[in-house]
């Protein structure tokens, strides 16, 4: 998740900050790590393989996946990681919000964990982190899973995502909104999910916020210079994309092009879901993760 302000087009979900109040611990409860003089806090729960999850903005809390996708930790040791300026985790000195600072520090957080190698989800900004950390140290990463969060940015993708609204099926609902409220917490959610139900997501909204700072770092440093399509071939590990096929933030077509350059890659398509895929089809995502990251 991802965002620039644009006529027609919305702040996305990648810019909410989900409070966390009242919120229950995963597992054995929420940590901090000291790592390269930053704090960094995770939660940790379950048995089994290390699997890392990433959130999407930057700067969404990552307690929000801990409670959707809890079902993960039935076969996995899972570590929801909050990165640098996000939830409970610590602001760096030097202003530095960049996915390879964000890829380093989960290295260091490996180390901290005493693992060898891990498997990653990375959603919206935590895919492109997950992608960072894995051609650069892809010696310790097992599988990657990337979900609304692709390999490039830019006007190119700009463009792409115009035409993936239009496909939405609230769009007209949307575009009779006034510009103010294209923006508001509302809209977001209304092009976030397929088809957003208030009374089946209502408990969303007491929990949103926008989170500045990582912000303000990726569309004024690397929205506009991310793209790692020419070092793609490079990833010698196995990486799936499950994907929303309404996908407004990171249009599908942009999965398919991943899927291709991928030397391991593969796409895993929702049907009837959108960048919020993972909390309008629960069941479906976790399955698919499950089916990828526990084969032989």
């Not at 209502?202 to 700072?213: A, I, K, M, Q």
Request: proline content about 5%; overall charge negative; glycine content about 10%.
């Amino acid at each position: 998740m991802y965002h620039k302000i644009m006529a027609g087009l919305p702040l996305l979900a990648g810019l909410l900050l989900v409070w966390t109040a009242g919120w229950a611990a995963p597992g054995d409860g929420w940590h901090s790590a000291e790592v390269g003089g930053l704090t960094l806090e995770y939660g940790r729960a379950g048995a089994g393989p290390a699997l890392v999850v990433l959130p999407a903005g930057p700067g969404m809390d990552v307690r929000l996946y801990a409670r959707i996708l809890s079902d993960l930790q039935d076969d996995m040791t899972v570590f929801y990681v909050n990165p640098r300026g996000s939830g409970g985790s610590g602001t760096p000195e030097d202003g530095d919000y960049s996915m390879k600072a964000m890829a380093s520090d989960l290295d260091r957080l490996r180390e901290h964990w005493d693992l060898e190698s891990l498997s990653i989800l990375g959603h919206g900004h935590g895919a492109m982190v997950g992608l960072q950390y894995a051609l650069e140290y892809g010696e310790h990463l097992d599988r990657l899973v990337l979900s609304g969060g692709a390999h490039y940015l830019g006007e190119e993708w700009c463009g792409q995502r115009e035409k993936a609204l239009q496909r939405h099926p609230a769009y007209e609902e949307y575009m009779e909104l006034p510009g103010y409220e294209q923006n508001s917490t509302e809209a977001t959610l209304l092009l976030d999910f397929y088809d957003y139900d208030p009374e089946k997501f209502d408990w969303l909204v007491p929990y949103l916020d926008v989170s500045l700072e990582a912000n303000s770092y990726f569309m004024e440093k690397e929205w506009d210079q991310w793209d790692v399509r020419d070092q793609i071939a490079e990833l010698d590990r196995p990486v799936l994309l499950v994907w929303g096929a309404h996908d407004v933030v990171d249009p599908i077509e942009r999965a398919e092009e991943l899927a291709e350059l991928l030397p391991e890659g593969q796409l895993h398509v929702l049907e009837n879901a959108a960048h919020l895929a993972f909390a309008e089809k629960t069941e479906a995502f976790v399955d698919a993760l499950h089916t990828f990251l526990l084969q032989d």
